[in-house]
């Protein structure tokens, strides 16, 4: 029985219910006082009817089954255009009318996904980076019109070559996230590399995305050099014009007929003043140094702990408050995150000099980043725009370079920082973001 179809078996269930009140028919005609010809007669129309039954049965349920098997197969197909009719049965009925919602659904979802995959194409064509996918062999399987004109050959010669062909095996390999020196035909010079990994079909592929960095790092190199020429220039100036006046009023001084006395007590005060701009200078140029040597950080397992309460300890000026926090370790350059967290104190201790009050510095991990905030009692920010401007300072003996020393740290361990005034009480925050891997 659990061989046969299921339309036979539905066909074999009807003929054994209506079996029963057939055979009882044809006994009661045969048991009865009946012509031979009514009892034959009747018995054939008996018969005649039950087969004929079940052949329409049989029919209406194979015509059934086949329109909802010929509505599911266009479906697969994606034709979503045919629809199935069950009329008012309310088991086939309602079975059908699922069948046409589900088809309807899954013809809104392939419409989305067919405009989204043309959006997607538009703009994969018109962005203005080169984006590259390779397989888990290194062989290119997509590429964009911007890779194209990088690479200098079509999009069909390209594809199914390997990295190493397409002089790009260095994107497959090493930081997923850097700047690169490329040459190819189609542009050479400093390119910002992102890959990701992404799977198809259960196997791993590589996402390549080079955005040229040429245009905007030459714009923001002459930035900065006018920011530098400016800041360098001011800095000159204020020692290089008392300089000049002292020289000329001590040249004009040997020409006068004054005493051994007053020549040798004004020749003093003038040489005192060019010796103490010569030092500001010398003190200048070496910060200006310092901060250009900084190398880049060599780091190891570091515990937040440990570099906080040894950076508190160098403050000798006034107690610094440590905030309640986790023990965390991560990766990163001892020395350097010493450095600039001393600065960050520092900064704050001097902010609370004048106004009498805390400084405090504490630590906590969100997500995968550790974030170090130190705060003060201070008067606040007056300027936020100079803050990272090099040389930049508000402070009579300040060199201008400890932010800006602290911020190029932080971006070199991959993270950042930011100064703003805090909003519930006067003072400044210091937030140091770092990422823990």
């Excluded at 018109?126 to 200098?152: C, K, S």
């Excluded at 850097?178 to 990701?196: C, D, N, V």
Aim: proline letters at 4%; charged letters at 25%; aromatic letters at 4%.
């Amino acid at each position: 029985m659990n061989r046969l179809g299921f339309q036979a078996r539905i066909v074999l269930i009807s003929l054994a219910a209506g079996l029963t009140p057939c055979s009882a028919l044809l006994v009661l005609l045969w048991i009865g006082d009946h012509e031979p010809r009514v009892r034959y007669g009747l018995s054939l129309l008996a018969v005649a009817a039950l087969s004929g039954g079940l052949i329409l049965l049989y029919r209406k349920l194979t015509f059934q089954f086949q329109t909802l098997a010929n509505v599911v197969s266009a479906l697969r197909e994606g034709d979503f255009s045919i629809r199935a009719r069950g009329g008012t049965d309310r088991g086939l009925g309602e079975f059908a009318a699922e069948l046409n919602v589900l088809g309807e659904v899954l013809r809104r979802q392939r419409l989305g996904a067919v405009e989204a995959a043309a959006l997607l194409q538009k703009v994969m064509k018109e962005i203005d980076v080169a984006v590259f996918a390779f397989d888990d062999g290194g062989r290119l399987r997509l590429i964009n019109r911007t890779g194209q004109r990088l690479l200098g050959i079509p999009g069909a010669e390209a594809l199914e070559k390997t990295a190493a062909e397409l002089d790009l095996k260095d994107c497959l390999k090493g930081e997923p996230v850097r700047t690169l020196r490329i040459q190819l035909p189609g542009g050479s010079g400093r390119w910002g590399m992102r890959r990701s990994v992404f799977r198809e079909e259960g196997r791993p592929h590589h996402l390549v995305v080079l955005a040229d960095l040429n245009q905007t790092l030459r714009e923001e190199e002459r930035q900065a050099w006018r920011r530098l020429i400016r800041v360098l220039g001011h800095e000159l100036n204020n020692s290089l014009t008392p300089i000049k006046s002292i020289a000329g009023s001590l040249e004009s001084l040997l020409e006068k007929d004054l005493s051994n006395s007053d020549r040798e007590q004004d020749l003093r005060e003038g040489l005192h003043v060019i010796s103490s701009r010569a030092r500001a200078l010398s003190r200048f140029m070496g910060a200006y140094s310092r901060l250009a040597r900084l190398p880049a950080p060599n780091k190891r397992p570091v515990s937040i702990e440990n570099s906080v309460q040894k950076v508190v300890s160098l403050e000798t000026r006034m107690p610094v408050a440590i905030r309640d926090g986790r023990p965390v370790r991560f990766r990163a350059d001892p020395d350097q995150l010493e450095q600039l967290l001393i600065n960050l104190v520092r900064n704050a201790v001097d902010a609370v000099a004048e106004t009498g009050g805390g400084a405090s510095i504490g630590w906590r991990r969100v997500g995968d980043q550790l974030e170090v905030s130190v705060e003060d009692e201070g008067k606040g920010l007056a300027d936020t725009a100079n803050l990272f401007v090099p040389f930049f300072t508000t402070k009579p003996q300040g060199s201008g370079i400890g932010l800006v020393l602290a911020r190029q740290i932080a971006e070199a361990h991959g993270g950042f920082l930011s100064l703003t005034n805090r909003k519930q009480t006067a003072g400044c925050r210091a937030l140091l973001v770092l990422p823990m891997a």
